[in-house]
């Protein structure tokens, strides 16, 4: 039976991935950086609408958010999971309306003057059949998989508008996104970058020698000299883990003590962000559910009974952020809530 | 491997996956779900150690997860204690669903009961092919031990099956609560190649001892190290089953260790270590490492293996992670006023009341806790009901067990499955409390011989026994306190061992080094019991005295003589002085302390010809007469003034033949140790008669010739 085996591999797949997710968040796994997590993700979505039982854009669509929520269930903290989920989602939805030949622009405008006057919101089924629907999904999945490909050289192709040179660029940790930006910029132009090497995990060490590597004056400080440096700071440039939907961000520990030296010493406080990094989640104060506690181990290596906490990610709130650089260009903070509505459908903020 | 990758090549799936198994034999695992001893009783009465919850998830759970996450892809578990349980628990959990990364292998029978039966299996079913990993069913760990293991197949391809066991230890210093003392280890290795030269376990050790022949071959750089942590995982090759079925009296780890170490020479195999200093990994071996193991779980030392992270994927076992590492799973309800502090983790629809205070606690699902109630550090399993103004300090309580009011568990109290305590009691510090009575096997063999007539009464006294006692359990109470008195000294040393705390350690079990034994030795000879000397010397002292008065045979005295050293335990060595000092001190005793010199020696010399049989049956090879003379001499020093008595009874004794002149020459020339003996020695007397001695020695010797 072929297609069972088919079936049993798809699953195989599925749980290979959630083992993988459940062991390795924030780049410890065997899956590193949010870059492939979100391919692989889509990779995955991408064979089940291609090998899962479904007849209609419906089946697929309930298939998917099942398996989307098994995947965030397994790692909270990696929002790219979901957010993908919610793109392949979306593609879904277009893809159907265009089968039925009723144009995705109407769809989308939800006024409030539309939402008062219309009665009923008439509820889609998703349950008509359509022959070619599979094929132009995986087209459209495959569309996203070019874009999530090219996210990283498009926004390292901005970076010539934001450094000039002989600037003084200050970032924290390591971010793949931040580290060709700058490689970028440095083809042309003379900077110096400072590097905060972010402990206790100090990726900040290896994000300093990728960059002398290509020949730019880096100057690694310990966390603790942040505020200190920051007076000769020209631009605080900084990757992040997750875009938050209020513009927030939620970034390696040390970030937010960042963005208040940046905004003591009116430094402009620059995030290079990809845009599957956007998600329709928000900060809430009293949970650690944003975070990610990790083991304590390189924190401390001999004790007893101390109590060791090392939470990984920092909330940086909204206002303390100057602009948004995505593939997709420049943005203001206060815009994100307009780039969500356009990458996913509201049904699907909660999976 | 990408996904795409494997994609384009999806038709002819099943080929490619059989080559590769081929070019690499899929890693395997030997997990050994049983702990062969009785640590956890009256637990493990009820439930095999390996599914006893930690953090509310299996122990064996953690270990296979370990396994799975290191990239074992085949594992075999071996049961014995319970086996079904075990195995339903397996069949149900998602290691054994089909699409499991690791395949697991149920292998149960009763009549394993060491390491060693179930690695005897191993061969005996040739069930390895490869290196493989073997753990016991109560690891808990997330190190990656993928780097041992390629350092492990390195060394192997190298020299060919020289190395045969690779054993994963963690660095941690002495005293972190996370080692267990049981397992302290002091390790000779060999730095460069990390080769293990010296295995020896410390617990209740003072003095250790090196052989130096391992310091003299091999490298020159050696590393002696206390400060690692045994995490009870060892990458084995398939040689290791087979030794283990050559040598059939190998029944731990640690036999084969020993024995590997000891006939290295003959046989050429040898140890590796592989140190690792993050990660996490230990074995809960005892309540004390079940408390810490699970303290440091909640604490997230484990990562990823964490509480909320669900690994074993079961329904509604998820649960939410909050400040202050505070977990909640699903539908747990909060009275008003509770505090959870911090380190608590609280299954789901588990209940708490009013006004409690909860720290360092693991609560099980569908608990029910009243109000006021005091945690701290409690582990409490599923379905336990815990009435109001209740307190539990650091205990364990089981499956379906009742707290009723105001009852209070101190430290180290252990409520087995279904046990009612209380009201209106405190139980005392280490108590164990089980359904199982005691004495319940004992009874079931005593039974069995009982006849018809005896039974009517002894039923009787064993239902009155069997009752609960209101004063150990409470008046509603249900259970026997579980106690070492009632039991065989074993079942003490076991009931102590719950909590880990071995409260007389013995040296001798363990101690392989000489210097120890020795040092024991001596220990007794030099002051044994007190009073067993004095009385030997009383007795002895009598013995002589009647042997006087009623003329008995010397003989049968030293017949008495000899029934009493067995008598009082007292060694030849003694037996001896105590005969000198007792003669010598003779006169004295008899004639009062206020003799002139000549009244002493006067009576004294007739005794040493009567005695003269007694002593030489006692002295004979030359340790013996340096022996006496010291005796003799110690006495002279306390008697002082009649020092000059004392070349009379040399003179006397040497007349007698009772000592050699050998002897005495040899002990004038050494025996000299401090001040006194020497200026003893410059007596005129004793001058004259060792010159004397000389004499006749050379006299003799020219006679001789």
Redesign the interface.
């Known amino acids: 039976m072929p297609g069972a085996d088919k079936e049993t591999d798809l699953t195989e797949r599925i749980e290979a991935f959630l083992a993988d997710l459940k062991r390795g968040g924030s780049g410890t796994g065997p899956l590193r950086g949010s870059g492939e997590m979100a391919r692989e993700t889509t990779y995955l979505l991408r064979r089940i609408t291609a090998q899962a039982r479904w007849s209609s854009a419906g089946d697929l669509m309930e298939i998917i958010r099942n398996e989307g929520r098994r995947m965030t269930a397994a790692q909270p903290s990696e929002t790219t999971v979901g957010n993908m989920v919610r793109r392949v989602l979306k593609i879904i939805r277009e893809e159907y309306a265009r089968s039925r030949g009723s144009s995705e622009e109407t769809e989308q405008q939800e006024s409030l003057h539309k939402l008062l006057t219309a009665g009923e919101l008439s509820e889609e089924t998703f349950r008509e059949h359509f022959v070619h629907l599979k094929a132009n999904v995986i087209e459209a999945i495959n569309e996203l998989l070019t874009e999530l490909d090219g996210t990283t050289d498009n926004i390292a192709m901005q970076a010539l508008e934001h450094i000039h040179s002989n600037e003084v660029i200050m970032t924290v940790g390591r971010s793949r996104t931040v580290e060709a930006f700058l490689k970028d910029a440095a083809r042309k132009r003379k900077f110096h970058v400072i590097v905060a090497e972010c402990a206790p995990f100090c990726q900040g060490h290896e994000m300093a020698t990728g960059l002398s590597k290509v020949g730019i004056e880096t100057t690694v400080i310990a966390d603790a000299a942040i505020f200190a440096v920051m007076s000769r700071v020209n631009k605080v440039i900084i990757g992040t883990q997750t875009v938050l939907a209020n513009g927030g961000l939620r970034a390696v520990n040390g970030t937010h003590s960042v963005a208040l030296a940046a905004r003591h010493h009116s430094t402009p406080l620059i995030i290079c962000a990809p845009m599957f990094k956007l998600s329709p989640q928000v900060f809430t104060t009293c949970s650690l559910s944003l975070n990610d506690v990790n083991s304590c181990f390189p924190v401390l290596k001999i004790l007893s009974k101390v109590n060791v906490h090392c939470p990984v990610f920092d909330y940086v709130p909204p206002e303390l952020i100057t602009l948004f650089i995505s593939n997709i260009g420049g943005n203001a903070p206060s815009y994100i809530y307009r780039l969500m509505s356009e990458l996913y459908h509201p049904e699907d903020h909660k999976l | 491997m990408g996904?795409?990758a494997s994609?384009g090549g999806?038709q002819k799936?099943g080929n490619v996956t059989s080559e590769q198994e081929e070019e690499e034999q899929p890693l395997q695992a030997v997990l050994v779900a049983d702990s062969f001893n009785r640590r956890f009783f009256p637990i493990s009465k009820d439930q095999p150690r390996a599914l006893l919850p930690l953090g509310n998830v299996a122990m064996i759970d953690y270990t296979l997860e370990f396994l799975?996450?290191t990239g074992v892809q085949e594992t075999f578990v071996f049961c014995c204690w319970m086996s079904n349980k075990i195995k339903d628990h397996l069949l149900k959990s998602k290691w054994c669903?089909?699409?499991?990364?690791n395949v697991v292998h149920i292998i149960t029978s009763d009549l394993y009961r060491s390491l060693g039966d179930v690695l005897r299996d191993v061969d005996a079913k040739n069930l390895v092919r490869n290196d493989f990993i073997l753990v016991y069913g109560d690891v808990v760990s997330?190190i990656d031990v993928s780097q041992a293991l390629q350092e492990h197949r390195h060394r192997r391809k190298v020299d060919k099956n020289i190395s045969v066991m690779t054993m994963v230890f963690k660095?941690?210093?002495p005293?972190?609560?996370?080692r267990c003392e049981e397992d302290d280890v002091i390790v000779a290795m060999d730095s460069k190649s990390k080769r293990v030269l010296h295995y020896q376990k410390t617990q209740g050790l003072k003095k250790l001892q090196f052989p130096m022949n391992i310091f003299q071959h091999g490298s020159d750089e050696f590393e002696i190290r206390h400060d690692l942590l045994d995490c009870h995982i060892s990458i084995c090759s398939p040689q290791v089953a087979e030794l283990f079925t050559d040598n059939f009296d190998y029944q731990t780890r640690n036999d084969f260790v020993r024995g590997i170490l000891v006939n290295e020479e003959i046989l050429g195999n040898q140890i590796h270590l592989y140190v690792t200093?993050?990660?996490?990994g230990a074995r809960v071996s005892n309540l004390q490492m079940y408390d810490s193991v699970s303290s440091d779980m909640v604490?997230?030392?484990?990562?990823?293996l964490t509480p909320e992270?669900?690994?074993t994927d079961q329904q509604g076992q998820?649960c939410?992670?909050?400040?202050h590492?505070v977990y909640r799973g699903a539908e747990v309800s909060l009275g008003h006023g509770s505090q959870m502090e911090?380190?608590v983790l609280i299954g789901r629809d588990t209940s708490i009341g009013a006004n409690c205070h909860i720290s360092n606690s693991v609560i099980g699902n569908n608990c029910t806790i009243g109000d006021n109630v005091v945690l701290d550090r409690a582990h409490m399993w599923n379905n336990v009901h815990i009435s109001s103004n209740v307190e539990i300090h650091q205990s364990v309580v089981c499956d379906g067990a009742v707290v009723k009011e105001a009852v209070r568990l101190n430290k180290q109290c252990v409520l087995a499955y279904n046990v009612v305590i209380g009201p209106n009691l405190s139980l005392p510090e280490g108590t164990v409390v089980s359904m199982h009575h005691p004495e319940e096997e004992e009874e079931d063999d005593d039974d069995e011989f009982l006849s018809d007539d005896q039974e009517v009464g002894h039923s009787k006294d064993k239902t009155r026994q069997k009752a609960f006692n209101p004063a150990e359990v409470g008046p509603e109470g249900k259970g026997y306190i579980w106690k070492a008195s009632m039991n065989d000294t074993e079942d003490e040393e076991l009931a102590q061992c719950l909590w880990g705390l071995v409260l007389n350690p013995d040296p001798e079990s363990d101690s392989e080094s000489e210097a120890s034994e020795e040092s024991q030795d001596r220990s007794r000879s030099v002051s044994p019991e007190i009073d067993d000397v004095n009385a030997f010397q009383l007795e002895v002292l009598g013995t002589l005295q009647r042997g006087l008065e009623e003329n008995i045979v010397c003989d049968n005295l030293v017949l008495e003589i000899n029934s009493l050293k067995y008598a009082y335990n007292i060694t030849l060595k003694e037996v001896m002085q105590i005969l000198t000092r007792v003669v010598l001190e003779y006169p004295f005793q008899q004639q009062g302390t206020q003799l002139t010199t000549l009244q002493y020696t006067g009576s004294l010399l007739p005794l040493l010809k009567t005695w003269s049989p007694v002593f030489k049956n006692y002295i004979k090879r030359a340790q013996d007469h340096l022996d006496c003379l010291s005796a003799v001499e110690e006495l002279f020093l306390e008697q002082d003034t009649h020092q000059t008595a004392m070349v009379k009874v040399l003179m006397k004794m040497y007349q007698l033949e009772i000592l050699e002149e050998e002897a005495i020459l040899k002990w004038f020339s050494t025996g000299a140790t401090n001040d006194k003996s020497r200026q003893l020695r410059k007596n005129q007397g004793l001058q004259k008669f060792i010159q004397w001695l000389k004499e006749a020695e050379d006299e003799s010797s020219e006679e001789g010739e």
């Open positions: 996904l795409v994609r999806k799936k799975t996450s669903r089909p699409t499991s990364p997330n660095e941690s210093s005293g972190h609560k996370s200093q993050d990660g996490y604490r997230r030392w484990v990562y990823p992270a669900n690994f998820g939410t992670h909050s400040r590492n911090e380190n």
